[in-house]
């Protein structure tokens, strides 16, 4: 079945940064949609960065020009590039994915995602 795992997270200090990523197995969709959210404890999960295979991307406002997302084809690997990082930022980061292409708002919704990763901790120290 389809398997996401997620790397990169770690500590780092305010202004930071991390490169996160999503290694996917046995995702072959002609057609797909990727995201990163994040949760942190006592809050909703929020999208913050997505892309589909037509590489539109949308990003969270509270992370635009910060955080960049991008994938490897070949590799079958999904990144977030997390730079200048605010105590705020921190929290679990998951990766999720679908078949199908998703535009807009749409793209940050968690519930419109079928596959799922088990997160890596982002620490941000003030």
């Known amino acids: 079945q389809v398997q996401l795992v997620e790397s990169g997270g770690g500590s780092v200090q305010n202004g930071g940064s991390l490169r996160l990523s999503c290694a996917m197995s046995k995702f072959r969709y002609a057609t797909y949609s990727m995201a990163w959210f994040r949760q942190a404890p006592g809050k909703e999960r929020e999208g913050v960065a997505a892309i589909n295979d037509y590489d539109y991307t949308e990003y969270a406002d509270s992370v635009k020009g910060r955080f960049t997302i991008s994938k490897d084809n070949a590799k079958d690997t999904l990144f977030l590039q997390v730079d200048a990082l605010h105590p705020e930022d921190a929290a679990s980061y998951y990766c999720?994915?679908?078949?199908?292409?998703?535009?807009?708002?749409?793209?940050?919704?968690?519930?419109?995602?079928?596959?799922w990763g088990q997160g890596t901790q982002v620490t941000v120290s003030s």
């Open positions: 999720a994915a679908r078949e199908g292409s998703l535009f807009g708002g749409a793209l940050l919704v968690d519930r419109n995602y079928e596959y």
